[in-house]
Nanobody, 123 residues
Framework: VQLQASGGGLAQAGGSLKLSCAAS????????MGWFRQPPGKEREFVAA????????NYADSVKGRFTVSRDRAKNTMYLQMNSLKPEDTAVYYC?????????????????WGQGTQVTVSS
């Protein structure tokens, strides 16, 4: 079972990036999934979650209105569209597959994690 996050890189403040999370070895089409991030020197924090069918989403207040989570169940892939990026969005971003089918915003609800992708936003 492997989750592969990609799409990170360097962006200017106000710019956009789109992260992808591809699953292999097992299908997560019936699991809620989520994005977390770990800024330098800080704890890993919740960013966004999406339910098993994409019908429900949830966001951290800090990204609400700027980030959009989506998924393509047929491709076993989840996405995070990040717009209006800010320097404080700089972090390693991780994708994760949840234990349940609904929205989950706690790290403890996610037993499967990807390796992380670096996002750096310059001012």
């Amino acid at each position: 079972v492997q989750l592969q996050a990609s799409g990170g890189g360097l962006a200017q403040a106000g710019g956009s990036l789109k992260l992808s999370c591809a699953a292999s070895g097992r299908r997560f089409s019936n699991n809620g999934m989520g994005w977390f991030r770990q800024p330098p020197g800080k704890e890993r924090e919740f960013v966004a979650a999406i339910s098993w069918n994409g019908g429900y989403t949830n966001y951290a207040d800090s990204v609400k209105g700027r980030f959009t989570v989506s998924r393509d169940r047929a491709k076993n892939t989840m996405y995070l569209q990040m717009n209006s990026l800010k320097p404080e969005d700089t972090a390693v971003y991780y994708c994760a597959a949840g234990r349940g089918a609904g929205l989950q915003d706690s790290r403890d609800d996610y037993p499967s994690w990807g390796q992380g992708t670096q996002v750096t936003v310059s001012s």
